[in-house]
């Protein structure tokens, strides 16, 4: 499974786009890149997934450069509720015997 | 209508004893999950199971038997519980794609948090 570092905290205010980067510079050909929100007292929930280039749902966006060793996970105009703590992963799972590994995550703190 | 639901959400128990965490999924997946987060909040994996069939196994101590009476139910019983055991424990779910790779679009339940004293 490909080794991921993300910042362990930000701070943004309200209203604000909030960007966070993963390095992930050992991605494997076949290894997608997902990121997952987790907040307080509640388990990880999936945000958002891709292989190459932009994705982007209700939620986020999620920015690909073409050699994959590193993404951007975007948040449009974060609120208070969108502190948590977000966690890159980069991998593919076989229904064989490839474990999941989640990281320290970015502490993410929206400010009034 | 809880997707993924874990009972119980909080026990406290005494070094020794044996206790067991239900989970069940309503989400049709045929995957199901145990992690465990720790005070540090690092999130690792114990286990996995594909159509009641354990697929991944991570090095946890025998005291860990999952069971999985079927693809919408899988229970962590742990016995000679342990300080160390105090962490929260996650069940999640996922779909097998037809490729036969499990997608990292994992459904996680709410948490059990384990106090051993």
């Known amino acids: 499974l490909a080794k991921t570092t993300q910042p362990i905290s930000m701070d943004s205010y309200e209203g604000q786009e909030v960007n966070i980067t993963c390095s992930h510079n050992n991605i494997a050909t076949n290894d997608y890149i997902t990121w997952y929100q987790q907040f307080p007292s509640q388990g990880p929930r999936f945000i958002i997934q891709?292989?190459?280039t932009k994705v982007t749902n209700e939620v986020a966006s999620l920015f690909i450069p073409a050699d994959r060793k590193s993404s951007t996970l975007s948040l449009p105009r974060v609120s208070l509720s969108d502190t948590a703590v977000y966690y890159c992963?980069?991998?593919?799972?076989?229904?064989?015997?490839?474990?999941?590994?989640f990281g320290k995550g970015t502490r993410l703190s929206v400010i009034a | 209508d809880t997707a993924v639901s874990q009972t119980p959400k909080y026990l406290v128990t005494q070094m020794g004893n044996d206790k067991s965490i239900k989970c069940e999924q309503n989400?049709?997946?045929?995957?199901m999950y145990w992690y465990k987060q720790d005070s540090k909040k690092f999130l690792k994996i114990m286990f996995s199971y594909n159509n009641k069939e354990l697929i991944i196994n991570e090095t946890v101590p025998n005291r860990f038997s999952p069971k999985s009476p079927d693809k919408a139910h899988l229970n962590l019983h742990i016995n000679s519980l342990e300080l160390g055991d105090s962490a929260v424990y996650f069940c999640a779910s996922s779909q097998v794609r037809s490729g036969g790779d499990t997608p990292y679009e994992q459904y996680f339940g709410p948490g059990t948090r384990l106090t051993v004293t």
């Open positions: 891709g292989y190459k």
């Open positions: 992963l980069v991998g593919r799972i076989y229904s064989g015997n490839t474990p999941l590994v």
């Open positions: 989400l049709g997946h045929d995957t």
